[in-house]
């Protein structure tokens, strides 16, 4: 096992470099430059500023500086942020960003499990059917709604958490984010339980189970989930990557100093190196969590097998 | 469960509470912020966040009080030579660094020769051509070493000027003439803005940076007027959203924002009262129209487009009163220009404007069966999009067609500059000292970065040199009003609004004046309990 | 060979009518599923009639009703029309005696020292509270009239904008417009996705490689990056943003397809076809396309409503639709700004995209459960 995964980190690295190469030129093509700016720069100042960061160089030598730069594990200096590196950026957002993707993540499949399988055990009940509704809300509300309206009430009218911003951590800023966060995943989760479940408990070795006389509960919770949680695992894997490298809207909203909103910022910034930076961060985590989601695949469900 | 949670919330709150109060009763300013600075070094910097942050971390030769009135700084007082070229400034005895040194005549020499050497890569550097070489320092021409400042003892500090400069006080408050600590730019480089190395020479120093977070500057010991600092901590918070600022100080998280969200102008005002501070600021909103463009050179198609603008309208309704209409293009109240030009049609009647526009585009050549198509290009924001589709109601009424492009901030201002073939543009300037020259300037035929317009009049350049070297500021006034009066006839720009600036301030922060040019340094504020 | 190939070819349709009219029959006992429908029919129905039927052109500015509130009562309100006139008749420099309201009819008489010029009527004409207004009773020497004007009853049941413009007929547009994208998106995503996914299950081996590694390449590649980057390359033009979404949705759709072809390859009719030589291209169009048919159709009615948050989410950077046009995305991050001062333009265009992405989901539901009998 060990083996396949080091052959699929390895086979990743043709893709990062793609990845990589691709941005680049996509990123160059764009009009404007991150000098471009509501206050027009002298010509001289524009000339200084493009030599300082070898813009006026040809492009694929540039591309070759990036290149080898990165190879080196130097991301560059950042182009807007011009105080710190790319590296410094990321040191500093991405651990926020983890910990609120990573507590989103954790709430969603404990909410998300839990409502799906209250679901599939009753199905077409009331419950089945508040559930069904929740969950389709959850994925109906825009979070650029879902934030400001949890502000407005539990910050501004009822005083209860902080209206926004990070505090250094603080267990009470995190709420309204993580719950931001995790609303529109609490709603897929319980969806695909839900769907999943279903199926699983009509199988074979969930009613060999049940005729052996084990509790409901048992069942439910050693067979039957077992089975459901699969699609959930294979939907996990993008979702965790998208939700571990921070969220824009969140972020913004609420002044979180997470990594999510850089996406944006950057590009329309034309902060080049921290797009890249972007870039390989984000690709780095979908390879990842790929690779993670299959081997929880395989320890979940035996019948896959590793042809490594 | 929930309650157990907010209980347990305000435990931690409490917690935390406790702890900052232990910590002696320090006054902490919780301070919004338009957004992070791109940097902390003055001499790149280029935006008015940065200007706010800087101008509480060091002190320039002269500094803006709360009414941003010009006075003494490290410099106690200062002599004009009568060809007016020549400035003399006596600085300060008590004057020091956060680190103990003592602020030097020498500092401000290392600091000038440093922002306008071409390898700074300092973005403003050009405000500074005034003074005697600096054009030819910074295009490389002339070693730094020439530039046209001295320091003859540690005490005095001469700058020697190109031409007479009417405004050199006022360009001394920017933060581009700020000092930096010599012995740390030398030691660090480009780290010497870092928290850990920041050397300040201003009332408070740099204690944290977190990029998207907060930044928090705390009270310096060495400051010459430290007793009458009040504030132990200010705290800026980069507000990228300005509702969230809005939610913050509703919630009494934060005691002053730098923006309110014009859509909710309405409700702001209604719900917070005497905190909402709208004041007159030193910026005009406008359209920029390619003047040399064929479909454009006819003076009087422009002004059929300017008059036919009902500008109350889009102040009142679509900015919910945040702006004011603008007839003109200096904005009222500027220094040294006690009365500005405006367009005669001010105080028409928007359907008698309407008719007389029509007059001019019919002669013009454009009628309803060649009508005049124009395109609008702004760059992506609500009140801009609001104010073209208002815009463009206006004209469809003088049987004008209009499109849209609307673009990203980047892509605009890139096109704009690249000379882009637009033919309308959205554009706005906010001055960086208070002088009409720093407005009227834009369109002058020579200033080829700005001059969106491709406007090129020799009259109106020949009045802007002529106001340049004349001394007496009652007739340089005059003539600058001649130039702006051409300005409003052959409309290269056509003005809109003046922006306001819009602040809400705590009833809790004392000290605050509402002011032409917006500023409010920390150390003249203090924080009631 | 092109006899033995008949009863092949023949066999799949016949079980595939079948199929389908088992689950269209189970679909209709769905009554969730259903009501979806009706509520989709009729949105849809709405959003492409409607602009043309409401009263109020979407695009049509009233500047005298600038964000005033929903109601289901008429403007302008009884305490606006006298004053309206009065400012009305100020700008035309006539001066201005008793203004009077009588039902719909407002009187005002005015007098001037020269005598009065008959078009001043326009100045009270161009204000969107008054129709018909007319010079009636002139006094002999031209100096004194009454002017009279009917009161324009004019209903905003959802209010207004911003910009004083008409919300539900904006919100009618704007569903034509989110409906549009999802669709085209959908469509574009269908195509490259099915064609994509079924050739690379269907030939397997290296070309199923090397075609899956390019779709994990692009699953790796920030999304929102890459339509920053098509939005500003190409301005905001609509079709485009069709393509560009519909061209990062497509590739969930290649791997669904891709796995139920790896699964229909080994299947005995598919076998059978092969042995008889029926050509690759053939069999992928005759076999395998169409008994993806169900999963796909699933999996299109759920991917609707993604794009059209998608699409919510590029407005909410501002890089939505262009004005005048409109779409819930744009209509609903411009409420979310506006929601302390007015929250109808939040709360409308709210509704109709829940109720948009509530019926298009349960409709995916029971498609799914119809065709997948061992739900039932």
């Keep these: 096992m060990l083996a396949y995964a080091l052959k699929r980190l390895l086979s990743a690295v043709p893709t990062l470099f793609l990845i990589v190469t691709i941005s680049f030129f996509l990123m160059r093509v764009a009009p404007g430059g991150p000098f471009h700016l509501e206050r027009p720069l002298e010509a001289k100042v524009m000339e200084n500023l493009n030599r300082l960061y070898h813009l006026d160089e040809p492009l694929w030598r540039q591309y070759f500086l990036y290149l080898s730069n990165l190879l080196r594990g130097d991301l560059g200096p950042s182009f807007v942020y011009r105080d710190f590196t790319v590296a410094d950026l990321f040191a500093a957002g991405l651990p926020v960003s983890i910990q609120l993707g990573a507590s989103a993540l954790a709430l969603a499949l404990l909410i998300g499990t839990f409502l799906g399988c209250i679901a599939a055990l009753r199905q077409n009940s009331a419950a089945d059917y508040l559930v069904v509704g929740i969950a389709t809300f959850g994925i109906t509300v825009p979070p650029f709604v879902v934030a400001p309206v949890l502000s407005l009430i539990f910050g501004v009218s009822l005083g209860w958490l902080p209206a926004g911003g990070w505090g250094d951590g603080a267990l009470a800023n995190k709420i309204l984010p993580v719950l931001t966060l995790a609303l529109p995943q609490i709603a897929i989760v319980a969806r695909l339980i839900r769907g999943a479940m279903i199926e699983a408990l009509r199988s074979d070795h969930v009613r060999t189970a049940r005729a052996y006389g084990l509790p409901t509960r048992i069942v439910v919770a050693v067979h039957a989930l077992r089975a459901a949680i699969l699609p959930v695992v294979s939907y996990l894997g993008p979702a965790a990557a998208a939700l571990l490298t921070g969220s824009i809207v969140v972020e913004t909203i609420f002044g979180i100093p997470g990594i999510g909103r850089y996406f944006v910022q950057a590009a329309l910034n034309r902060d080049y190196t921290l797009v890249m930076g972007t870039v390989v961060v984000v690709s780095l985590f979908v390879v990842l969590f790929n690779l993670v989601v299959d081997l929880l695949y395989a320890w979940l469900d035996p019948r896959v097998r590793f042809n490594a | ?529 | 060979m092109s006899l033995a190939e008949e009863p092949v070819t023949l066999k799949e349709p016949v079980s595939g009518r079948s199929l389908w009219q088992d689950a269209l029959a189970r679909l209709a006992r769905n009554r969730a599923a259903m009501a979806s429908l009706l509520i989709l029919a009729v949105m849809a129905l709405a959003s492409i009639l409607g602009p043309a039927l409401w009263p109020h052109p979407y695009d049509r500015v009233y500047s005298e009703y600038v964000r005033v509130p929903a109601s289901l009562e008429a403007y302008p309100h009884e305490d606006r029309i006298v004053p309206e006139m009065q400012r009305s008749l100020a700008r035309a420099r006539v001066d201005i005696g008793a203004v009077t309201v009588a039902g719909d009819t407002v009187r005002a008489e005015i007098s001037d020292e020269e005598p009065i010029d008959p078009r001043m009527i326009r100045y009270v004409e161009r204000s969107d509270l008054f129709s018909r207004v007319r010079l009636a009773e002139t006094s002999a020497d031209g100096r004194s009239a009454v002017l009279e004007a009917e009161v324009a009853r004019l209903f905003f049941i959802a209010g207004t904008d911003g910009n004083g413009r008409d919300l539900f007929a904006r919100i009618l547009m704007a569903i034509r417009i989110s409906l549009a994208i999802g669709l085209l998106a959908t469509a574009v995503a269908l195509v490259i996705g099915v064609t994509w996914g079924a050739t690379a299950g269907y030939l397997g081996g290296r070309v199923d490689n090397v075609m899956m590694r390019i779709v994990d390449i692009l699953y790796s590649l920030p999304f929102i990056f890459f339509v920053i980057l098509l939005v500003v390359f190409f301005g905001r033009n609509l079709v485009l943003m069709f393509i560009a979404v519909g061209a990062v949705e497509w590739l969930d759709m290649a791997r669904i397809v891709r796995g139920q072809t790896l699964s229909l390859k080994r299947r005995e009719f598919v076998e059978a076809a092969e042995a008889l030589g029926v050509s690759d291209a053939g069999i992928v169009r005759r076999h395998i396309i169409p008994n993806v048919t169900g999963p796909v159709a699933v999996y299109m009615t759920l991917l609707v409503p993604k794009v059209i948050l998608l699409e919510s989410f590029l407005s909410f950077l501002g890089l939505g639709v262009q004005e005048p046009l409109t779409s819930l995305g744009v209509l609903i991050s411009e409420g979310a700004k506006n929601m302390q001062g007015a929250s109808w333009l939040l709360i409308y265009p709210s509704i109709a995209l829940a109720l948009l992405l509530f019926a298009l989901n349960f409709l995916g539901d029971g498609l799914r459960d119809a065709l997948d009998p061992k739900d039932r």
Excluded at chain 2, 117 to 133: D, M
Excluded at chain 2, 484 to 493: A, G, K, S, T, V
Aim: charged share 25%.
């Design chain 2, 1 to 529: 469960m929930t309650g157990k949670l907010i209980r347990l919330a305000a435990g931690a709150a409490l917690a935390a509470l406790l702890a900052s109060a232990a910590a002696a009763a320090e006054v902490t300013y919780m301070r919004g912020n338009d957004s992070d600075p791109e940097t902390l070094d003055q001499h790149k910097t280029s935006t008015v966040s940065e200007a706010n942050i800087l101008r509480d971390l060091y002190e320039g030769l002269v500094v803006q009080d709360p009414a941003a009135e010009v006075v003494p700084g490290v410099a106690t007082d200062w002599q004009v030579s009568d060809d007016g070229r020549l400035w003399t400034f006596s600085l300060r005895e008590d004057a020091r660094w956060s680190n103990g040194d003592a602020v030097k005549a020498e500092d401000f020499v290392y600091s000038l020769r440093r922002i306008l050497t071409p390898e700074t890569g300092a973005k403003y550097a050009t405000i500074l051509y005034p003074i005697k070489n600096a054009e030819a320092v910074h295009a490389g021409d002339m070693a730094p070493e020439e530039l046209g400042v001295a320091a003859p003892d540690s005490q005095t500090l001469q700058i020697t000027l190109e031409n007479r400069t009417s405004y050199f006080l006022e360009l001394l408050t920017h933060q581009t003439a700020l000092p930096v600590h010599p012995a740390s730019v030398e030691a660090h480089g480009t780290d010497f803005v870092r928290p850990e190395n920041m050397v300040t020479n201003g009332a408070y120093t740099l204690a944290e940076f977190t990029p998207n977070d907060k930044i928090v500057l705390s009270k310096s010991d060495t400051f010459h007027d430290a007793d009458n600092v009040a504030i132990d901590r200010v705290v800026y918070i980069p507000f990228e959203d300005r509702s969230a600022c809005l939610r913050r100080f509703e919630a009494g998280e934060v005691h002053s924002c730098s923006d309110i969200p014009t859509e909710q102008m309405a409700y702001v005002k209604d719900k917070l009262g005497d905190a909402v501070r709208i004041a007159p600021y030193l910026g005009i909103y406008y359209y920029a129209v390619k003047a040399d463009k064929p479909k454009l050179a006819d003076i009087r198609i422009r002004q059929a487009l300017s008059m036919a603008i009902d500008r109350e309208f889009v102040a009142e309704e679509i900015w919910a009163g945040a702006m004011l209409p603008a007839y003109a293009f200096v904005p009222p109240g500027i220094g040294n220009y006690p009365q500005g030009a405006s367009a005669d049609y001010k105080d028409m009647d928007p359907l008698d404007r309407e008719d007389r526009a029509k007059e001019l585009l019919e002669a013009a050549g454009h009628g309803p069966d060649n009508p005049l198509v124009v395109e609008i290009r702004y760059n992506t924001s609500e009140n801009h999009q609001n104010t073209a589709t208002a815009i463009a109601d206006m004209w469809k009424a003088i049987g004008v067609t209009t499109t849209f492009v609307n673009v990203d901030g980047a892509s605009h201002y890139a096109y704009l500059r690249d000379k882009g073939d637009f033919d309308i543009a959205r554009a706005g300037w906010i001055g960086d000292y208070s002088d009409p020259q720093n407005f009227l300037f834009l369109v002058k035929s020579d200033n080829s970065g700005f001059n969106y317009a491709n406007y090129a009049n020799p009259e109106y350049d020949a009045l802007l040199d002529e106001a340049a070297e004349t001394s007496d500021l009652d007739a340089r006034a005059e003539i600058l009003r001649q130039a702006e009066e051409i300005f409003m006839r052959d409309l290269p720009y056509i003005p809109l609004l003046f922006y306001s600036s819009l602040n809400l301030v705590s009833d809790r922060l004392q000290g605050w004046q509402d002011n032409l040019q917006n500023v409010h340094g920390s150390r003249w504020l203090s924080l009631a309990p």
